[in-house]
Each structure stands twice: as structure tokens, then as C-alpha cells.
């Protein structure tokens, strides 16, 4: 189980505003903002940081949603907080019959996703 994770962006003050909005749709908030980094969790947990550097590769990090509805909710606050559009809400049968997720380039380029695992009930 993973507990945490986080990686390197280039302007952090862009990057926090970038993730508040769209991570909220997944319940996340920042958690704690101190000179050079950032947290954002769900709950009192923080499992997603970021920290002011040089991003040494463009990475992926897929949040879970709770349905496909927040999917697309987390695509379009994404979208509208500066991401750009790598992959729109919708079924991926290659991963597996019921995987529906959405991708966005963050600010730096990385890839953000939020992923539904659940099978659609209507």
C-alpha cells in the first residue's frame, strides 16, 4: 500500500492553485503549505505533496473517485484551473472492462488523472 507520494514543480504558487481546485472534486484539500512545498489530502491524511524544484521527468499519478461522475467533475475543474486536456472522461477496456478515467497535463506537463474502477449502474 502506498502511503504517500509527490514529485518536483517548477512554480509552486501556480501548482497549489492549480491542485486546490482540481483535486477538489476528489475531496482533496491543501492540507499544509511551508517554504518550498505543499500537502494535499483527503480527511486528515496528506498523501500528495509537491515541492518548488526542477521537475526531472514529466510523471503520472492517478486519484481514485468515488464514480464516474467525479471523473468528469475532476476533468473539468482541471481543466478550468489551467490543465490541459490528455485524455477525456471515458471507458479504457484496454486496462479493464469497467476502468473510466480522465487525464490532464498539470502545469508542469505531468499527467493527472482521476480513475473509477467500478462498473456503471446507470
Given amino acids: 500500500m502506498i502511503d504517500h507520494t509527490g514529485y518536483a ?8 492553485a492549480f491542485y486546490e481546485k482540481a483535486l477538489a472534486p ?4 491543501l492540507h499544509r503549505k511551508f517554504d518550498g512545498g505543499a500537502g494535499f489530502g483527503v480527511g486528515t491524511k496528506v498523501d500528495f505533496w509537491i515541492g518548488a524544484g526542477k521537475p526531472l521527468d ?3 499519478i492517478a486519484f481514485r473517485a ?3 461522475a467525479e471523473v468528469r467533475a475532476f476533468f473539468e475543474a482541471a481543466l478550468a ?3 490541459t486536456d ?3 472522461p ?4 484496454h486496462y479493464h472492462e469497467h476502468y473510466y478515467g480522465a487525464f490532464v497535463r498539470d502545469p508542469d506537463g505531468h499527467n493527472v488523472e482521476a480513475v473509477c474502477h467500478e462498473p ?3
Avoid: Q
Avoid at 514543480?9 to 497549489?16: G, K, N, Q, T, Y
Avoid at 476528489?26 to 484539500?29: H, I, S
Fill in 9 to 16: 514543480v517548477s512554480d509552486l504558487a501556480r501548482s497549489i
Fill in 58 to 60: 514529466k510523471n503520472h
Fill in 26 to 29: 476528489l475531496g482533496y484539500t
Fill in 90 to 93: 471515458g471507458t479504457r477496456p
Fill in 120 to 122: 456503471f449502474l446507470g
Fill in 66 to 68: 468515488s464514480g464516474r
Fill in 86 to 88: 490528455n485524455g477525456a
Fill in 81 to 83: 484551473a489551467g490543465g
